[in-house]
């Protein structure tokens, strides 16, 4: 059974860089029938899907446009999990996040992080 | 981008009753890749129906999917006390740019 743990801070200040980490079990990021992927939530953007990292036989990356210039997904496979980096946050980013498991559609969620951007 | 209504904005019905929620693509969706969650408070999304009508693992049968193009449709046959929740859409025919619904609430009357 697939499980997903987040970790990281709840809070940051106005245009810094947002950083969370999704520890994976009973699977491998490195796998070649898996896509892991950030979501997020909140109250005036609803759900929105941030961006994805996985392996086939090189890594990829595919990202939201909304975001793309300021994300960055990346694995490690030494510690089996892979992390978001969102930078020069502001308070619109102020969300729940989520990592995830699949493809296409979400198979598989972590708990979710509230993460407030604020001073 | 593809953006998905969700209607209404929310239902209210009684244990036993059917439920019907609508989704609706400014587009057409690629080979009806279309997807139904449902969320409860302080939950994340659970998934419920892939590719307009196949359940995934583990979900009752009372729930099905179906549409196609543009128009979709979740039915909950016999509502349970544990189906009032949140119920979302999600497309991913133009993957990777995946997008939601707004959601529908689904509320006991």
């Known amino acids: 059974q697939v499980q997903l743990q987040q970790s990281g801070p709840g809070l940051v200040k106005p245009s810094q860089t947002l950083s969370l980490t999704c520890a994976i079990s009973g699977d491998s990021v490195s796998s070649n029938s898996a896509a892991w992927n950030w979501i997020r939530q909140s109250p005036s953007r609803g759900l929105e899907w941030l961006g994805r990292t996985y392996y086939r036989s090189k890594w990829y990356n595919d990202y939201a446009i909304s975001v793309k210039s300021r994300i960055t997904i990346n694995p490690d496979t030494s510690k089996n999990q892979f992390s978001l980096q969102l930078n020069s946050v502001t308070p619109e980013d102020t969300a729940v996040y989520y990592c995830?498991?699949?493809?296409?559609?979400?198979?598989?969620w972590g708990q979710g992080t509230l993460v407030t951007v604020s001073s | 981008e593809i953006v998905l209504t969700q209607s209404p904005g929310t239902l209210s019905l009684s244990p036993g009753e059917r439920a019907t929620l609508s989704c609706r693509a400014s587009q057409s969706v690629s080979s009806n890749y279309l997807a139904w969650y449902q969320q409860k408070p302080g939950q994340a999304p659970r998934l419920l129906i892939y590719?307009?009508?196949s359940r995934a693992t583990g979900i009752p049968d009372r729930f099905s999917g179906s549409g196609s193009g543009t128009d979709f449709t979740l039915t909950i046959s016999r509502l349970e006390p544990e189906d009032f929740a949140v119920y979302y859409c999600q497309q991913y025919g133009s993957s990777p740019q995946i997008t939601f619904g707004q959601g529908t609430r689904l509320e006991i009357k």
């Open positions: 590719g307009a009508s």
């Open positions: 995830a498991r699949g493809i296409t559609v979400a198979l598989n």
